[in-house]
C-alpha cells in the first residue's frame, strides 16, 4: 500500500466491485475511457484483470481510496501495453479530479523507485479536448494508437 495525505493506493480484492461501479459509473468518466460504459461486470473484469496483472507482472493497478471517506475514489496504476511499454492509468470519480496530477507524480515516483521502469506511457482518447495536462507532465507525444476499436493518442514520458 502507498499514501500520501490525501489518498492511498492499494491493490484491489474481489469485494471492490460495488464500490469501484460506484466511483467510475458517472457518464463525464466513461467519456475518457475506452469504453461504451461502466457496469457492475465490466469492474468485476477490471478488478480480475488487475489482480492477474499483478500475479503475472509483478505491476498492475491500484484503487485510489480517499483517506478521510476511505472510500474508492478511482482506478490508477500500470498496465503492460505492449513490447514491455507500460501505461499508467488515471481514472477518477469526477468530484477526485482534482487529484489526478498528485496521483501521477505517486505513479512516476513508483515507476522509477519500486519498479525499475525507465518510460511510461498514456493513452487519451482522441475525443479529449485538450493534452495540455499531459504535456506539463512531461509527455510527449509518440504516435496513434487503436483501442478497443476506439481511437487514442499515445504519449510518452522518460523518468
Known sequence: MHE????????????DTQDLYDALGDKRVVKHMASDGVTIDICKYIINESIEHWNKHKIGSYAVVDHETNKIIGWSGFKLWKDNQYEILIVLSPNHWGLGSVICDELFRLAKTEFSL???????????KSFRWVHKKG???????????QPFKKFVKIL
Open 4 to 15: 500520501t495525505q490525501s489518498f492511498r493506493l492499494r491493490q484491489f480484492d474481489l469485494n
Open 118 to 128: 525507465h518510460e511510461v506511457y498514456m493513452l487519451l482518447p482522441v475525443t479529449r
Open 139 to 149: 509527455f510527449t507525444f509518440c504516435g496513434d494508437e487503436t483501442f478497443n476499436e
